[in-house]
């Protein structure tokens, strides 16, 4: 088997550690990122209910959208609570 310098490279720049900073914007664009894919989860799930209702759309379709949509909520509800936890903790610090 033999291995390149550069394959060698390019994969040891894909092992970096998800902390450094890189092309991918920080834990900021992070965040934005999974705003925006929690609000188009939503999207399409009320639009796949409002086809369900008005056109009898796939029941499947309907209750497969209605399970991403709680898992998308059930995520979002745990992740605020740990938020919230870590700013209490952050509060209780000695000063």
């Known amino acids: 088997m033999e291995l390149s310098a550069l394959s060698s490279a390019g ?4 092992a970096r ?8 914007g920080g834990p900021a664009q992070l965040a934005t990122d999974l705003v925006r ?3 188009a989860t939503l ?4 639009a ?3 086809a ?3 056109s009898g759309a796939d029941p ?13 909520i059930e995520t979002a509800v745990s992740v605020r609570d740990k938020v919230v936890e870590a700013y209490q903790e952050i509060l209780r610090m000695p000063v």
């Open 43 to 46: 999207q399409e799930s009320e």
């Open 11 to 14: 994969k040891y720049a894909a």
């Open 17 to 24: 550690p998800a902390t450094e900073p890189g092309a991918n």
């Open 37 to 39: 894919d929690f609000a």
């Open 60 to 72: 499947h379709a309907l209750v497969q959208a209605l399970a991403q949509t709680e898992l998308a």
């Open 48 to 50: 796949t209910a409002t």
């Open 52 to 54: 369900a209702m008005t």
